[in-house]
């Protein structure tokens, strides 16, 4: 069983930093890509950016920029430095991570943190 672990969320005003962190832990073998997605209100769940074991990255549009994804293999974690936030940041973030487990193929999600920008 494998576990996705987030931290990191807050209530934070426009133009502030917050940084998510996720910890992966359980039976895995190697996790290839882990990256953080984001729900608001009333809206479909959307990648904010990845990150392969290589360090290759992948940013949305609208983060790009603003946001910095990073991790630490050894660790099993990803993180999510936030800077310059805009209310339309506020979300559900939910960290993923693709890999290999004991029973096979990994896909795990976290529970999701809570990140809410005022204005």
């Known amino acids: 069983q494998v576990q996705l672990v987030e931290s990191g969320g807050g209530l934070v005003q426009a133009g502030g930093s917050l940084r998510l962190s996720c910890a992966a832990s359980?039976?895995?073998?190697?996790?290839?890509?882990m990256g953080w997605y984001r729900q608001a209100p009333g809206k479909q769940r959307e990648l904010v950016a990845a990150?392969?074991?290589?360090?290759?990255?992948n940013y949305a549009a609208s983060v790009k920029g603003r946001f910095t994804i990073s991790r630490d293999n050894a660790k099993n974690t990803v993180y999510l430095q936030m800077n310059s936030l805009k209310p339309e940041d506020t979300a559900v973030y939910y960290c993923?991570?693709?890999?290999?487990?004991?029973?096979?193929?990994?896909?795990?999600w976290g529970q999701g943190t809570l990140v809410t920008v005022s204005s």
């Open positions: 993923n991570a693709d890999g290999v487990a004991v029973g096979g193929a990994l896909d795990a």
């Open positions: 359980g039976s895995i073998f190697s996790i290839n890509a």
């Open positions: 990150i392969t074991s290589g360090g290759s990255t």
